[in-house]
Structure formats: structure tokens, C-alpha cells
């Protein structure tokens, strides 16, 4: 498997983990200088702002899109944000700039009507899977110098 950085260097990547039940999957990629980003270790609060940020609809460069949070459950954050296609698998950020979820879809009725509202995996529920498989996500920014 290949993937590609915004910069636009390819590099080798594995999976090391998929389960298609929890929508997760785990990718090991050979490099270096890669930036990093903190994982929320709880959901956010109901009525919170959210960002997402992902490639929609096939666009060549990125979108970011922002929403309120409507709903959580045990796995879920649900937000309303005008997300859509190429948007899976991106972050959605909190009020800190902490990732909170990861993009999913939207939510759909019937016959593939559009409610308008967006769902994310909860970060603190993709850092129990890590566990779970015997991994631990390292937050590198804490180790780096401030500006």
C-alpha cells in the first residue's frame, strides 16, 4: 500500500490492524518528519464547536468545514457540518485543537436522504482500541520546544 503526504511524497505503508466492525483500521508508514497532533482523551461537550478537515467530493486540495456537536454516544460524536465524499478518515478537531474524532459519514434515512447531520468516531474510543491491540499513540508535541 502506498499513501501520499500533502507535500506529495509517496511512502510504503502496512496495515497492522483492520476490523471492519469498528470501522478502525491500523496503518504502519516508513518515514520521517511527520507532524503530530494530540488525541482528546474524552469526547466534547454537547453544543461544542468542531472542525473537520478532509478532501471533499474529490477536491484536489483540502476542506475544512465547521459544526456544532448535536449528539455523542458511547462511540459517536454526531455534528451537523456540510461533510461529504473524501471526508472518511480525516480529524475532527475540538475547541482546543485537539483531535476529538475521526470522520465516518453522514447520516442517511430511507431511501438516501440527507438528515445533515455528520458522525466522527470518538477519539478517546480509537485510543481504547489501540490499547486493546497493544499499541499506544505517543503525542511528540509534548516534546518539542515552543516558539
Known amino acids: 500500500m502506498e499513501v501520499e503526504t500533502k507535500g506529495g511524497r509517496k511512502l510504503q505503508a502496512r496495515i497492522v490492524n483492520f ?16 507532524s503530530s497532533v494530540r488525541l482528546a482523551a474524552s469526547p466534547p461537550v454537547l453544543g461544542s464547536a468542531v472542525i473537520g478537515i478532509g478532501y471533499l467530493l474529490g477536491m484536489p486540495q483540502e476542506s475544512a468545514f465547521v459544526g456544532t456537536v448535536a449528539s455523542l454516544d458511547e462511540r459517536y460524536i454526531y455534528f451537523d457540518a456540510p461533510t461529504g465524499a473524501g471526508a472518511a478518515g480525516g480529524p ?24 445533515g447531520i455528520a458522525f466522527a468516531i470518538r477519539s478517546d474510543v480509537a485510543l481504547k482500541y489501540l490499547a486493546d491491540h497493544g499499541m499506544h499513540f505517543v503525542n511528540i508535541t ?4 515552543t516558539r
Do not use: C, T
Not at 476490523?19 to 511527520?34: N, Y
Not at 483531535?99 to 436522504?113: D, P, W
Open 142 to 145: 509534548e516534546q518539542l520546544p
Open 19 to 34: 476490523d471492519p466492525s469498528q470501522e478502525l483500521a491500523i496503518l504502519k508508514v516508513d518515514g520521517e518528519g511527520f
Open 92 to 115: 475532527l478537531l475540538g475547541n482546543s485543537g485537539e483531535v476529538v474524532g475521526l470522520l465516518v459519514g453522514r447520516k442517511m434515512v430511507g431511501s438516501g436522504k440527507d438528515v
